[in-house]
């Protein structure tokens, strides 16, 4: 077990009085280098890469635009004893993450290449199919407990078709995901067509944060630091969550799952308000809405819980947890991140038994189909 696993409680934790096994819905892998793709990669993108490397759609080069998140966001006793990035040995994450809390099934998100910001958007294609075949490669087929996502980029909406059909036909993929900062907000027209492929082919879209669509992380500009940057992450999910209602993808998708990773939840109740009221006063602008906003979060789209808000008062946490509701809920643990939520302390407000298992297990469970 890992040092961090292993440590002494502080006064204020308390473990679960049982353990249960979870599905751990935000688990980061990484490439050791990006000689892992070669294998995966045509020789024409694998000479640009080395040649040319990453365009990304924004101002900033070789580096993220607030580098203290570098590198990889990681953990400090994430690196693993055999060298490379954190979440880039398979073996490493057994022995601290996967075996020691019971994870049943942890779901792959990909961060590396900032794959769905390439500004040559067939470069960008290339990646992703090429990270999409290293998944399973290096990752499902080596340990079955992780399960790989479609990455796409949407603003090539052809070449993520494309993209989508190639990895349905293998069948080993569990979800779509998507960028919530792509060039445009995502309920725009122009990306409808992943959604109704992802609805045809029964795939949760996945929209994990992070990612650059050539725009501020802010509704009003660049941040000084840091810790707003990482903070805008909320605004930026919200934002995409009115977007994907108001423009009325819900509406036009009824079946289509929608799965916001990594973006906390303790926004969500003042972000429906707000989209309720301006519904009933301007709903003449929006005749496609049949219903408020409000009713389609319920039912449409589901949230990851990390990183977790931790109030003051344990009751208001709860209280948030039951406006959301349970069953909208599923566990994260962003292993293995700096914010990392340990799922035997993630919650600081009593839960049941039984709401435990749906937000650590069967919730999951139910919108992926395990």
Not at 26 to 42: A, G, K, M, Y
Not at 126 to 142: E, K, M, P
Not at 159 to 181: D, M
Request: aromatic content about 12%; some cysteine.
């Amino acid at each position: 077990m890992s040092e961090v696993i292993d440590r002494p409680l502080r006064d204020d934790e308390k473990p679960a009085t049982s353990r249960l096994r979870i599905v751990d819905c935000d688990v980061h892998p990484s490439l050791r280098s990006t000689d892992d793709l070669n294998e995966f990669l045509p020789k024409r993108w694998q000479q640009h890469l080395k040649e040319y490397g990453s365009h990304l759609r924004t101002p900033y080069l070789f580096t993220t635009p607030y580098p203290r998140s570098s590198p990889l966001i990681a953990r400090r006793d994430a690196w693993p004893p055999t060298g490379g990035p954190p979440g880039s040995d398979l073996a490493f994450m057994q022995k601290q993450h996967l075996d020691p809390l019971d994870v049943e099934f942890g779901i792959l998100q990909v961060l590396d290449l900032f794959i769905f910001s390439q500004q040559n958007l067939e470069f960008g294609a290339a990646i992703q199919r090429a990270i999409n075949d290293w998944q399973l490669a290096f990752w499902s087929h080596r340990d079955p407990r992780l399960k790989a996502s479609i990455l796409v980029g949407q603003d090539g909406v052809d070449l993520a078709i494309a993209e989508i059909e190639r990895c349905a036909k293998i069948g080993e993929y569990i979800q779509i995901n998507v960028s919530p900062r792509a060039n445009e907000p995502l309920g725009r027209r122009r990306y409808w067509p992943i959604y109704e492929r992802a609805q045809a082919l029964d795939l949760p879209l996945g929209i994990h944060v992070g990612g650059y669509g050539g725009h501020a992380p802010t509704g009003g500009g660049w941040p000084s630091y840091y810790v707003e940057e990482h903070q805008s992450n909320a605004h930026t999910i919200a934002a995409q969550l009115a977007s994907l209602v108001i423009e009325g993808v819900p509406e036009r998708f009824p079946k289509l799952k929608i799965v916001f990773i990594e973006g906390g939840f303790g926004w969500i109740p003042s972000a429906v308000w707000r989209m309720d009221q301006h519904f009933e006063r301007f709903r003449s602008e929006v005749p496609h809405l049949k219903r408020k906003p409000s009713e389609y979060v319920r039912e449409h789209f589901w949230f990851t819980t990390q990183p977790i808000d931790e109030p003051d008062e344990a009751r208001h946490l709860r209280s948030l947890i039951e406006w959301v509701g349970i069953d909208r809920l599923l566990f994260s643990s962003d292993y293995p991140h700096w914010d990392f939520d340990d799922p035997r302390f993630a919650f600081k407000t009593p839960l049941t038994e039984a709401e435990r298992k749906k937000i650590f297990s069967t919730n999951a469970r139910s919108v992926y189909k395990f």
